[in-house]
């Protein structure tokens, strides 16, 4: 166990730059005993049989979640503090990976871009679905496909050059 200082009061962070991008750290980190300069803090409970499922013990959701609030805030480092079970603390302590960062930024600044031209479209009453995300194959998109298309089917009939080409 540690003691850190931290900040009592919860703030709203958004970047100079691009004021969209925004983030509510659960607390900043004023002092530590073991790293120089402020950090970000974020508590979560999560259940055990989910934490061991991957290597660092924080699922790659929380990891994003954190270098996104390291970007926001310019920050350089940050902790989890995690609950397993309701009875395992531990904690867990992030670097700000600037790489990593970058590539995140670049996505969100597109997906923003995408919304603010999907917005336009519609004031316009115009199409919209050129703005729409590239399928990418992962699970996620899938599971997305699932709940928008839930009990509809469509019968598709191909023939002889298609199925070759699919």
Known sequence: KRVVEIEQDIYHYSDDE????????????????KYKGEGV???????????????????PQ??????????????????????????HFDVFHIE?????????????LDFWDRVEQ????????????QFEPEIDGTEAFAQFLKRQYQGQEETIFA????????
């Open 18 to 33: 691009y004021p969209f991008l925004q983030c509510s750290p659960d607390r900043i980190v004023l002092k530590h005993p």
């Open 41 to 59: 803090l974020e508590v979560k409970t999560i259940l055990g049989f989910v934490a061991d499922k991957y290597e660092a013990g924080i699922p």
């Open 62 to 87: 929380y990891y994003a979640q954190m270098q996104h609030n390291m970007m926001v805030t310019g920050l350089k480092w940050g902790d989890f503090a995690i609950l397993k079970d309701g009875r």
């Open 96 to 108: 700000r990976n600037d790489e990593f960062i970058a590539d995140l930024k670049t996505r969100v």
């Open 118 to 129: 999907t917005k336009q479209a519609i004031r316009d009453q115009k199409s919209y679905e």
């Open 159 to 166: 023939d002889a050059e298609d199925k070759e080409n699919a």
